[in-house]
């Protein structure tokens, strides 16, 4: 059976931190779906626009085998107020399953309460709430801690799509 894999986004999400994940997916023959706050079009940091499939209202952990969460400034920020994302991002976490993070995402997996004494990286910007959460910080272009794979920048996107993409393999 096909494994699938959600994106969470909002308004203001990073446009190559979830368009190269979510392309790399599908070339390899994974099934992916947009979780949005609503059905309503995002539109990404650079205004490209996406529909979602489905809101956060409609979802549910048992259908997924992981997530990924884009960056950007904004859409992290919007997505770690929503009860519904948070309680999402932690059941994924105490399934084992699958939970990429990239750049400023870490902001939901703090508000989620998913990253205390766990080996993680960030957009330096967030280091400090990082670290603050309890995070074990690694300036590295990927850490992985288990089922938390996570990046800093754009830039890392190679190796963390390796990582991923090496984990949902196992």
Same mark, same amino acid.
């Given at each position: 059976?096909?494994?699938?894999?959600?994106?969470?986004?909002?308004?203001?999400?990073?446009?190559?931190?979830?368009?190269?994940?979510?392309?790399?997916?599908?070339?390899?023959?994974?099934?992916?779906?947009?979780?949005?706050?609503?059905?309503?079009?995002?539109?990404?940091?650079?205004?490209?626009?996406?529909?979602?499939?489905?809101?956060?209202?409609?979802?549910?952990?048992? =259908?997924?085998?992981? %997530?990924?969460?884009?960056?950007?400034?904004?859409? &992290?920020?919007?997505?770690?107020?929503?009860? /519904?994302? +948070?309680?999402?991002?932690?059941?994924?976490?105490?399934?084992?399953?699958?939970?990429?993070?990239?750049?400023?995402?870490?902001?939901?997996?703090?508000?989620?309460?998913?990253?205390?004494?766990?080996?993680?990286?960030?957009?330096?910007?967030?280091?400090?709430?990082?670290?603050?959460?309890?995070?074990?910080?690694?300036?590295?272009?990927?850490?992985? =801690?288990?089922?938390? %794979?996570?990046?800093?920048?754009?830039?890392?996107? &190679?190796?963390?799509?390796?990582?991923?993409? /090496?984990? +949902?393999?196992?």
């Amino acid at each position: 059976m096909t494994k699938k894999i959600a994106f969470i986004a909002t308004d203001g999400y990073e446009d190559l931190e979830l368009h190269y994940p979510r392309i790399r997916l599908i070339e390899a023959g994974y099934n992916v779906e947009l979780i949005g706050l609503t059905n309503r079009e995002i539109k990404g940091k650079w205004g490209y626009p996406f529909l979602p499939d489905l809101s956060i209202e409609k979802a549910d952990t048992n =259908d997924y085998d992981g %997530i990924i969460i884009p960056g950007g400034t904004k859409n &992290p920020d919007y997505l770690r107020r929503d009860q /519904k994302v +948070l309680e999402f991002v932690r059941k994924i976490n105490e399934q084992g399953k699958l939970i990429g993070a990239i750049c400023h995402a870490g902001w939901v997996l703090i508000s989620a309460k998913i990253v205390k004494s766990r080996k993680a990286t960030s957009y330096f910007a967030i280091k400090d709430d990082m670290i603050n959460a309890g995070v074990i910080f690694e300036d590295n272009a990927v850490v992985i =801690d288990k089922n938390l %794979i996570t990046s800093r920048t754009p830039e890392d996107l &190679p190796e963390f799509m390796k990582a991923t993409l /090496k984990f +949902l393999e196992s």
